[in-house]
């Protein structure tokens, strides 16, 4: 059965960075099929796609986001990790990874977990 | 970057009542066009993909059209598990993805 877990400090103050790890389970990073994915919800608020990496390393980033994010994968681990540097109050958010396919109805997202930045 | 707004920000229904949700996309994205449900505390739902097509498990009440730059998401008869937020989704510009900013549907 296929998991995506997020996990990481809840917790980050103002300027540092956020880091995240998404272990997946019961499929391989390494598919040709997907990329892997992380999005965002600040409270109450919608949805943004801050990037996605492919198994090969390959990597795409919302341009809004592009100066301070880095995606990178382990395939050994099976996980890929998220770094946003330089947050503020505004990067307060839940963030969901996902394993992500060109075909959306073959996606699959985790939970989520929610990050505050406050100091 | 694609931007997709969506309308109206907030729909106010009672139950059996009809729905329908726009989306509007600032440039054609063929038919890779999706709609998503989400509720508090969950990741979002799909409901619908290549604009028309409904996701395993969703019911029938649930329906999509459009093409290019104009979408609607259908519900014929709201049912209670209905209510929440409604996302639409492009994924014509693969790998780069947009949300549109959500339509909440309330109970009125």
């Known amino acids: 059965q296929l998991q995506l877990q997020e996990s990481g400090p809840g917790l980050v103050k103002p300027s540092e960075t956020l880091s995240l790890l998404c272990t997946v389970s019961g499929d391989s990073i390494s598919s040709v099929a997907y990329h892997w994915g992380w999005i965002r919800q600040p409270p109450g608020k919608g949805l943004e796609w801050i990037g996605s990496i492919y198994y090969s390393g390959s990597t795409k980033y919302n341009p809004s986001l592009k100066s301070r994010v880095t995606i990178s994968v382990d395939t050994s681990k099976n996980q890929f990790s998220l770094k946003l540097n330089s947050v503020t109050a505004a990067d307060t958010a839940v963030y969901f990874c996902?394993?992500?396919?060109?075909?959306?109805?073959?996606?699959?997202w985790g939970q989520g977990t929610l990050v505050t930045v406050s100091s | 970057e694609i931007v997709l707004t969506q309308s109206p920000a907030t729909l106010s229904l009672s139950p059996g009542e009809r729905a329908t949700l726009s989306c509007r996309a600032s440039q054609s994205v063929d038919k890779y066009l999706a709609w998503f449900q989400q509720k508090p505390g969950q990741a979002p739902r799909l409901l619908i993909y290549d604009a028309s097509n409904r996701a395993t498990g969703i019911p029938a009440r649930f329906s999509g059209s459009g093409s290019g730059t104009d979408f609607t998401l259908t519900i014929s008869s709201l049912e209670p598990d209905d209510f929440g937020v409604y996302y639409c989704h492009q994924r014509d510009n693969w790998p780069y993805l947009t949300f549109g900013g959500g339509t909440k549907v309330e109970i009125k």
């Open positions: 996902a394993r992500l396919s060109p075909y959306v109805k073959n996606d699959f």
